[in-house]
């Protein structure tokens, strides 16, 4: 049985994620989980770059509020830092997402990134706020 994020992502073709490769393999707003190919998003040396490290955090960060944040209310993403650990230059990245604080206007997460041998490769933030859904 899939909620309504997974049924959203999955019919989102050509968007952000999907052009990244990335996929979410844990669905839970207290640790979601995904993965991203470092094929594809790298820089022009050869490295995963920067920005692939924090489309991905952002996109899981933005997916757990969302689900925090229920079907009543939306998570707008209002500010993203990273700190880039050390460089990968093949393989696929795991994010792991946790949240720092889950509110009832703003929640914030710690999504760790790290490669396949289980080094941290990046350590993001991401802060939503949280607001009613507008009516259609």
Do not use: F
């Amino acid at each position: 049985m899939s909620t309504p994020m997974q049924a959203q992502m999955a019919g989102a073709t050509g968007q952000l994620h999907e052009r990244m490769g990335i996929e979410v393999t844990e669905w839970d707003p207290d640790r979601l989980v995904g993965t991203m190919p470092v094929a594809g998003n790298q820089q022009p040396y050869g490295l995963l770059h920067g920005g692939a490290s924090v489309v991905l955090a952002e996109t899981l960060g933005s997916i757990a509020a969302a689900l925090h944040a229920g079907e009543d209310r939306v998570a707008l993403g209002i500010e993203v830092s990273a700190t880039h650990h050390r460089a990968v230059s093949a393989g696929t990245v795991t994010g792991v997402c946790t949240p720092l604080h889950k509110g009832g206007m703003v929640a914030t997460y710690e999504i760790v990134i790290s490669d396949e041998r289980g080094a941290r490769v990046c350590t993001a933030r991401l802060t939503c706020v949280l607001r009613p859904r507008p009516k259609a």
